[in-house]
């Protein structure tokens, strides 16, 4: 009899232990989807390329690793409570019921916000509202944000026979640079587990012996038909009502126009830059780079080789743009100029 009540205390402390071991491992790392979803908009509003799919998806993933190394966070590439709660802190949205009358064009004009941002927080294919629907209201209206740049940053997994001379040299970065974006002001990285990395996606690799560089400008293709909508120049931007410097020409198109390589040249760059949205820049070697933003589908990888005039996207608005649209930039040893003075 006493060896039963001993074995049912033993059992009722196992359990306790799993019960127990259970919350804590429930506090460390939230799965539930509403949660997960409501993470993704706060990623999404912050800039990140995420979709709300309530899972924790590869970029979502990427996406947390990102933001937990950039905010001196631990690295998990998931969703623990002070990962969430950072979040929470920096970005502010609040929900909105939808009533008789409203409509999301009004709804975004009250709340001084682009229906293409309302539309993506909320992962609206169209602008039709029901009665009693929940709109998330973004807070901060991107305004805030880090402003555009043609760095892609990349998250470097540091070796334990790294160090931060070896690291600049490799990626050929200023140390004083990786210092300033990484927030460190020693060279001992021992107790840092990532870095971030900027890429630059406009700076020429190569350069031609058949073509000088005049060679190159003056034999560039239209990339669409040029109705320029945006000229190169400064101008006050149309979501941060800032006035900043527009590094090359907005040409009004219909979503999912053929965009053409403006000259032959090899891929640098296929993929999601933070504003732009899904980017391709071509090195036409001799310093000239080519830049194509705010595409709806990317047809080309990084390292393809293309010729003049081969279609390598078909056009949009994806990252932060009030409607569709290409961007092109021309870039000349790293530095922008006006593509309407090469484009016949």
Do not use: C
């Amino acid at each position: 009899m006493n060896n039963n009540r001993v074995y049912l205390i033993i059992l009722l402390i196992i359990l306790v232990l799993m019960i127990t071991n259970n919350i804590v491992l429930a506090d460390d790392f939230i799965t539930n989807k509403p949660t997960i979803k409501r993470v993704q908009y706060n990623l999404l509003i912050l800039g990140y390329d995420v979709a709300l799919t309530s899972k924790l998806d590869s970029k979502t993933y990427e996406s947390l690793v990102d933001f937990q190394n950039k905010n001196k966070l631990k690295i998990t590439g998931k969703v623990d409570q002070e990962t969430f709660f950072k979040l929470e802190q920096l970005v502010n949205f609040k929900s909105y019921l939808v009533e008789s009358g409203d409509t999301l064009e009004g709804i975004a004009k009250e709340y001084n916000l682009t229906l293409d941002l309302i539309k993506r927080v909320n992962d609206m294919s169209s602008s039709k509202l029901n009665i009693g629907d929940e709109i998330i209201i973004p807070q901060n209206n991107l305004g805030e944000l880090e402003s555009y740049n043609l760095n892609k940053i990349i998250n470097y997994r540091i070796k334990p026979t790294d160090n931060l001379h070896q690291i600049a040299k490799k990626f050929k970065i200023n140390i004083e640079v990786l210092k300033k974006i990484n927030n460190i002001s020693y060279k001992n990285i021992t107790k840092i587990k990532m870095l971030r990395i900027p890429i630059r996606i406009t700076e020429s690799k190569f350069n031609s012996n058949k073509f000088t560089k005049n060679d190159i400008l003056n034999r560039l293709v239209a990339p669409v038909k040029i109705k320029v909508s945006s000229k190169f120049g400064y101008r006050k931007h149309p979501i941060y009502k800032k006035r900043i410097l527009h590094k090359g020409v907005d040409l009004a198109v219909v979503k999912g126009t053929k965009v053409k390589a403006i000259q032959k040249g090899i891929i640098l760059y296929a993929g999601w830059i933070r504003g732009y949205g899904k980017t391709i820049t071509i090195d036409h070697g001799n310093g000239v780079v080519s830049l194509y933003a705010h595409n709806s589908k990317l047809l080309v990888s990084k390292g393809d080789k293309i010729l003049a005039g081969e279609v390598i996207s078909l056009s949009g608005n994806s990252g932060r743009s009030t409607g569709p649209h290409l961007h092109l930039g021309i870039y000349i040893n790293n530095k922008a100029v006006d593509p309407l003075q090469y484009l016949r």
